[in-house]
C-alpha cells in the first residue's frame, strides 16, 4: 500500500516529468482520508484541491450568471424589439385618445353649465380663445415645441382657417346654449356630408359609389332625430349645422394650405389660428355683448342667484379643456392616419352624447335614440368606405 501511495506521490511531485496517470477520484480521496499513511510534502490534500475547484466554479459562474443578466436585457431578436416598440407606441396612442375623450367630456359639460347661466356666446368663445392663446405662448416660451416664423404669405393663407374655425366655434356654442349637448352632437354628425359637398366642389374629388352610399344613414338618422328631440329650436338646429359648414370649409382650406413646401405642422398651425382667432373675437364680443357684461349686469345676475366665482372657474376650466382637447387632437393627427383619426372622432361623438345624457339627465325618447345611433354608425361606415379607396378620383 505505500508503494502504490509513494508511487501516486512522485506522480504530483514537482521533479517527477508528467506522464499521463489516472486515477479514480473516489479511491484518491479513500487513500488520502487513511490515519496511517506516511506524510508526503509534495501531495496536496484533496480538501484543498476541491476548494479551488469550487472557487474556479464559483468564478465561472458568477460570470455565467453576469453574461445571463445581459442576455436576459437584451432582446432576443430584432422581431421582438419591433413588437415591444409597437406595444409600447400603441399604449401611447390609447392614452392619447383617452385623454382626448375626457377633456372632450368635461368641455361639454362645463361649457353648457357656463352658457346656461351666463347666455353670451360670443364673450364665452372669445375668453376660450383667450386661455388658448395664454397656452400657445407658454408652449413657445417653454420651448415644448418650436416655434413657428410665419411670412405674410403664410399669413394670408391662415387667415381665412381663422375666420372659419372662429365662426364654427361661435355657432357651436350658440347650439349648445339653445339645446342639448346631445343633440348638438347628433346635428355635428352630418359633417361627412359637408366634407364630401366641399371637396367635391374646392378639391374637385369625386366621391365613391360606398361613400355617397353611407351618407343616407347620416343624414337619415339626424333627421329622425331632429324631429323627435325634445329640446329642439331653429336657432340651435341651424346653427350646429352651420357649424358645420363653416368647420368643414375650414378644414378644406387647410388640405390647400398643407401643399406648400413651407406649410407649418399640424400644432403650429393650430396655435397660429388660435391666436388670430382670439384676436379677431375681442373686438366682436365688445360690440355685440359688451353692452350686456358689465358689473350691474353680474350684480344683478348675483341677485338673482348666480355664483359669479363659480361661474369664471368653470369658465376658465371650460376654455383650459376646449384648448387642451384640440391640442391633443392635433397631436393625434400628426401619429395617425385622418382616416383612422374620422373614425376615432366618430367614437368620440358616441362618447360625449352619452355622458351629457347621463349627467344632464336628458330626456331621450326611443325614437330619438334610434336616429342618433344610425346617423353615428352612418359616419362609421363613412369612416371605412374612405378607406377602402383613400385616394379619391378627380373630376
Known amino acids: 500500500m505505500q508503494s502504490a501511495v509513494l508511487a501516486l506521490a512522485m506522480c504530483f511531485s514537482p521533479n517527477t516529468p508528467a506522464r499521463a496517470t489516472s486515477f479514480p477520484l473516489p479511491l484518491i480521496s479513500c487513500r488520502l482520508r487513511s490515519p496511517n499513511l506516511p506524510h508526503f510534502p509534495h501531495i496536496v490534500p484533496f480538501r484543498s484541491f476541491s476548494s479551488s475547484i469550487a472557487v474556479s466554479c464559483s468564478g465561472f459562474s458568477s460570470r455565467l450568471q453576469k453574461f445571463t443578466r445581459t442576455a436576459a436585457s437584451l432582446p432576443e431578436s430584432a422581431g421582438e424589439a419591433e413588437e415591444s416598440a409597437d406595444f409600447v407606441n400603441n399604449l401611447r396612442l390609447g392614452s392619447m385618445f383617452g385623454v382626448w375623450y375626457l377633456l372632450n367630456i368635461y368641455y361639454n359639460i362645463f361649457n353648457k353649465q357656463v352658457l346656461k347661466a351666463f347666455p353670451f356666446p360670443t364673450t364665452v368663445t372669445a375668453f376660450q380663445f383667450a386661455c388658448g392663446t395664454v397656452m ?112 368643414q370649409s375650414r378644414n378644406i382650406f387647410s388640405k390647400k394650405l398643407m401643399v406648400h413646401k413651407e406649410a407649418l405642422d399640424n400644432i403650429n398651425l393650430f396655435s397660429v389660428i388660435t391666436i388670430i382667432s382670439f384676436t379677431l373675437l375681442v373686438p366682436s364680443a365688445l360690440l355685440l355683448e359688451g353692452t350686456k357684461f358689465s358689473p350691474s349686469y353680474l350684480q344683478l345676475a348675483a341677485n338673482q342667484g348666480l355664483n359669479v366665482s363659480e361661474l369664471c372657474i368653470r369658465l376658465l376650466l371650460s376654455g383650459i379643456c376646449f384648448h387642451s382637447y384640440q391640442q391633443v387632437s392635433y397631436s393625434i393627427l400628426q401619429e395617425i392616419s385622418p382616416v383612422t383619426h374620422a373614425v376615432g372622432n366618430s367614437l368620440k361623438r358616441v362618447v360625449v352624447i352619452v355622458s351629457s345624457v347621463i349627467f344632464f339627465q336628458t330626456a331621450v325618447s326611443h325614437l330619438n335614440a334610434l336616429g342618433t345611433g344610425i346617423a353615428l354608425v352612418g359616419v362609421f361606415l363613412y369612416s371605412r368606405a374612405k378607406r377602402m379607396n383613400s385616394k379619391p378620383k378627380t373630376l
Not at 420651448?143 to 372662429?166: C, D, G, K
Not at 343633440?183 to 361613400?211: C, D, G, N, Q, Y
Request: charged share 5%.
Open 136 to 247: 400657445v405662448s407658454l408652449m413657445w416660451a417653454l420651448n415644448f415645441h418650436p416655434r413657428p416664423n410665419v411670412n405674410r404669405s403664410q399669413f394670408a393663407a391662415i387667415l381665412p382657417l381663422a375666420v372659419a374655425h372662429t365662426m364654427g366655434n361661435i355657432l357651436t356654442n350658440v347650439s349648445l346654449g339653445k339645446v342639448a349637448v346631445s343633440f348638438t352632437h347628433t346635428i355635428k354628425a352630418m359633417e361627412p356630408f359637408f366634407t364630401v359637398l366641399l371637396s367635391a366642389f374646392f378639391l374637385a374629388e369625386r366621391p365613391t359609389f360606398w361613400v355617397v352610399l353611407s351618407l343616407i344613414p347620416v343624414v337619415g338618422g339626424v333627421a329622425l332625430a331632429s324631429f323627435t328631440e325634445a329640446s329642439f329650436n331653429w336657432i340651435g338646429f341651424s346653427s350646429a349645422m352651420a357649424s358645420n359648414l363653416t368647420n
